[in-house]
């Protein structure tokens, strides 16, 4: 089709006089697209690259469910912490922390030397880990406060991020991932448990639940490059990656 075929009744000139129009429309939709797009420091609903939706945080009302007796043998936290290879003297960040049922666990397989980082954006979910921590004479744990944007911890020293049952319910994941990503050392790992979205049999809502596909195209643009999957837990993926050096 040429470019006058459809313009028959209109002169040359009268097209070319459409092109400053052409253009502000054009210009319209750019700013209309940027602006469906999430801003840096907005919490999301919708994750911008999957369309996965994000799940609400657990409040503190939900703090007995993370310390349940049945937690043990439904997953297994023992299996999936021998997974992480943890040695004495590790920096280690715990994401999402919660009442510190990893953190404690973790800080007591880096003894001595290490140290773990205990991350939640609720101080009341801080505070019940640091009673459960010195319930069991554990003292090499730092609870930190963080915010959904921010984890705040320091820069450049954690040798492994941990993310059990959390990622999902970032609200800013992108945001989170950077922080996370300056955290880590040079070749320092970071590892998502998230219960496996492709079983129906896990009794787990769909918004909590996540394909090894999703973690995959979420992670890996922010700067971490995959490790490997790990399918040794009963209801959990565990999926690892890696900080390059460069």
């Not at 040429?2 to 052409?22: A, C, D, E, L, W």
Request: charged share 25%; proline share 8%; glycine share 8%.
């Amino acid at each position: 089709m040429t470019k006058f075929s459809q313009h028959s009744g209109m002169s040359r000139t009268q097209i070319f006089n459409k092109r400053p129009q052409r253009a502000a429309i054009g210009r319209w939709l750019l700013v209309l697209m940027t602006a469906a797009l999430p801003a840096p420091g907005i919490a999301q609903s919708v994750h911008p690259i999957t369309g996965r939706r994000i799940a609400p945080v657990m409040g503190a009302g939900g703090a007995d469910w993370l310390d349940r007796e049945e937690r043990e043998g439904e997953e297994q936290p023992q299996k999936a912490i021998a997974q992480l290879h943890l040695k004495p003297g590790m920096y280690v960040a715990d994401v999402g922390a919660g009442t510190g049922y990893y953190s404690i666990r973790i800080a007591q397989s880096i003894v001595p030397g290490g140290l773990v980082y205990a991350n939640d954006i609720q101080q009341e979910m801080l505070d019940r880990l640091a009673k459960n921590a010195a319930a069991q004479h554990v003292t090499n744990i730092v609870p930190v406060l963080g915010t959904e944007s921010d984890p705040r911890l320091p820069a450049g020293k954690i040798d492994l991020i941990i993310l059990v049952d959390v990622y999902h319910e970032f609200s800013m994941p992108e945001r989170m991932l950077d922080r996370l990503r300056n955290s880590l050392k040079p070749n320092g790992e970071l590892v998502l448990l998230e219960y496996r979205q492709e079983d129906p049999s896990i009794p787990i809502r769909p918004e909590h639940k996540m394909t090894v596909a999703e973690i995959k195209a979420e992670v890996i643009p922010q700067g971490y490059r995959f490790e490997k999957l790990v399918e040794v837990l009963p209801r959990q993926h565990m999926v690892f990656f890696l900080k390059p050096q460069s």
